[in-house]
């Protein structure tokens, strides 16, 4: 054997101890050259197996199984498709802002005249942003956008539980492309019927 | 191509069977494969023989292991010339002069209860001795875990640092529009398929213990966080509430988790019970915060704020306050990742158009860039401390890569042309 100090090894056994729990597979450490475990070809068989004694049979949870969950399969659902209201639904931004552009005041004072007419409608306001940079940190700049529509909707009259912003960020693009047009084209917030 | 070629297929007809038809087909398409390699790195020779019984046992475990080698960047693997296991008597001067620092022999077993006996041994042939000598008793389904754990054994014996080619990662995918949570092995092969949506997943963290993943999915038309077990399948969704939840991140000890509400109208970073629970703000400003990641030692946490203008990296007192601003080179900081020691701070940096991968000492330093691409985003930490996965954008496509912390060598996961993006690198257990 080698030289390492009596300490190093315990502290190795121990570690190796702690891999076996971390693990939950069992790991033995091999002394000597020994013979080559008996390979088992029939299948059944009582008998225990040549090495372990571990007694627990083929039963165990692997731990390299991921069970798959499809939401398709589930039938989730579909995005929200708008039905007829005021026409026009999208406001745009420039970059890197957040302020609503006065000529979406005229489309704006529509939608909040026709939630004011009926306190039982609900809409959504989904806040969008182009595609460079952190995903989340676009997530909020829709979230920002989104709320800037909403609290204007509020000013009008428009019943805070009415009105809820949200973002999908960069993940939804209305414009497919990596230039200045699909940028401006999804720095938006839409308002979607619920 | 064949993944996405299976996908657009009609495939609304037959959902299940494409879900099934995606798990089976990622561990042919998908490997890490060494890119770029270290200049003048020294790479410790060593010679891994094929496993006696592999063939039967239907895991080719030698190769697993001379890859995990080979991609580290630290090792030269290559297989013997001559049969061998972890019973043989080796003449070790003879493999010394034949220039390998270190050989490995061993062998896999069926036992009579269906478990596999994956033994090997580790000999030194510079100093002419034996290293290591282990029996790992393992199911079917684990035997590639089995022969990440051997390579693992070998790394740590052999350079005295803990080898991650035992873990997981996970990552998303979109094609067309499916977005699939993927989880595989380190080495990019073994992957299966967590959750497969018709609506965006983003921001995978794996809770501290490996087993479960929180992630945003918009299957509800909004940001929402969820937990899943990746074992059994079972989620719950934990943040759910008015506007968008976002952002999460593990506490070290897993029991809380941090997310970005705008319940107040503003993006703002709380924390909750992992299991889902009342929210509490962890401090208020004027403007966005939000992509939180604790502290290894759980007494702080960093995140990105607008508040001073555009988006930096600060770190706050896991009370809520103080907080202090990290980054300050550049108008553009965002997604933080810590080292698993503290030392060091990986983010991403806008600098004249293009998104770096960024890292800084954290005790005091410059920025260091450590990628020659232009559309970086989402590093993660290896276990280990000593290798970043992230995404960035390579001829058209959006791909996964990994790299060493000088940046020398670097590995792409290959993919079949489908979208890449979110990796999260897992923590040692699982």
Redesign the interface.
């Known amino acids: 054997m080698n030289k390492q100090p009596r300490t190093l090894w315990t502290l190795a056994a121990t570690l190796v101890a702690f891999t076996v729990v971390l693990a939950g597979c069992e790991t033995t450490q091999l002394d000597e050259p020994t013979a080559a475990p008996v390979e088992t070809r029939a299948a059944g068989g009582a008998g225990a197996g040549a090495a372990g004694g571990a007694g627990a049979a083929a039963a165990g949870t692997p731990q390299s199984g991921v069970t798959t969950v499809d939401l398709a399969s589930q039938g989730a659902a579909g995005a929200g498709a708008a039905t007829a209201a005021p026409s026009q639904r999208i406001v745009y931004f420039d970059f890197d802002s957040f302020v609503i552009k006065d000529e979406y005041k005229v489309m704006l004072d529509g939608h909040a005249k026709v939630l004011m007419a009926n306190r039982g409608k609900r809409m959504a306001v989904e806040g969008h942003a182009d595609e460079r940079g952190s995903r989340e940190y676009n997530l909020a700049l829709g979230q920002k956008r989104a709320e800037a529509v909403a609290r204007s909707l509020q000013l009008l009259g428009v019943g805070e539980q009415q009105i809820e912003a949200v973002s999908f960020g960069e993940e939804r693009p209305a414009v497919q492309g990596s230039d200045e047009a699909a940028w401006a084209g999804n720095r938006r917030a839409e308002l979607k019927d619920r | 191509m064949a993944e996405s070629a299976a996908l657009t297929r009609p495939w609304?007809r037959r959902?299940?069977l494409a879900?099934?038809g995606a798990?089976a087909a990622v561990p042919a398409a998908a490997q890490f494969r060494v890119e770029i390699a270290g200049v003048g790195a020294t790479q410790v020779p060593v010679v891994v023989a094929d496993f006696?019984?592999e063939a039967v046992a239907g895991v080719a475990l030698a190769a697993i292991v001379r890859a995990d080698l080979q991609r580290s960047g630290l090792f030269r693997a290559s297989p013997a010339d001559q049969p061998l296991?972890?019973?043989?008597?080796l003449d070790l001067g003879d493999w010394r002069s034949r220039g390998a620092d270190a050989v490995v022999g061993g062998?896999v077993?069926?036992?009579?209860?269906?478990?596999f006996?994956v033994?090997f041994?580790l000999w030194d042939a510079v100093?002419n001795?034996e290293l290591l000598?282990?029996?790992?008793?393992?199911?079917?389904?684990?035997l590639?875990?089995?022969a990440h754990?051997v390579a693992d054994e070998i790394h740590e014996k052999l350079t005295g640092e803990r080898g991650v080619y035992a873990t997981r990662i996970a990552y998303v995918v979109r094609a067309g529009r499916?977005f699939t949570l993927h989880?595989t092995d380190a080495d990019g092969e073994?992957g299966?398929?967590?959750?497969?949506?018709?609506?965006?997943i983003?921001?995978p963290a794996w809770s501290p213990d490996g087993r479960r993943l929180a992630y945003?999915s918009?299957?509800?038309?909004?940001?929402v966080v969820w937990v899943?077990d990746?074992?059994?399948?079972q989620?719950r969704m934990v943040a759910s509430f008015?506007?968008?939840n976002?952002?999460p991140a593990w506490s070290p000890d897993g029991e809380r988790l941090a997310v970005?509400l705008?319940q107040d109208?503003?993006?703002q970073i709380y924390t909750m019970p992992a299991a889902g629970g009342a929210p509490v703000r962890l401090m208020r400003s004027s403007g966005?915060d939000?992509?939180a990641v604790w502290a290894p030692d759980g007494r702080s946490l960093y995140f990105?704020s607008d508040r001073g203008g555009g988006?930096q990296v600060y770190r706050v007192a896991a009370s809520g306050s103080p907080v202090e601003r990290i980054t300050f080179d550049g108008s553009?900081n965002?997604?933080p990742a810590i080292s698993p020691d503290g030392s060091l701070l990986a983010y991403?940096t806008?600098r004249a158009g293009a998104?770096k991968l960024m890292t800084l000492e954290l005790s005091g330093g410059s920025p260091q860039a450590l990628t020659d691409t232009q559309h970086d985003?989402?590093p993660s930490f290896a276990p280990n401390g000593r290798l970043l996965v992230y995404a960035t954008r390579a001829q058209g496509s959006d791909v996964l890569m990994t790299t060493t912390l000088d940046g020398r060598i670097k590995t792409r996961l290959l993919s079949s042309g489908a979208d890449m993006?979110?990796p999260a690198w897992g923590p040692?257990?699982?």
């Open positions: 609304p959902r299940f879900a099934l798990v006696r019984g296991d972890e019973t043989s008597r062998s077993t069926r036992l009579a209860d269906g478990r006996d033994r041994r100093r001795q000598g282990q029996s790992k008793l393992v199911l079917g389904a684990d590639r875990l089995a754990r499916r989880v073994g299966q398929v967590a959750l497969a949506s018709p609506e965006p983003i921001s945003v918009f299957e509800s038309q909004k940001a899943q990746l074992g059994t399948g989620r008015r506007g968008s976002s952002a970005t705008s109208g503003l993006s966005i939000t992509e990105v988006p553009y965002v997604s991403v806008r998104f985003e989402s993006r979110e040692f257990g699982r």
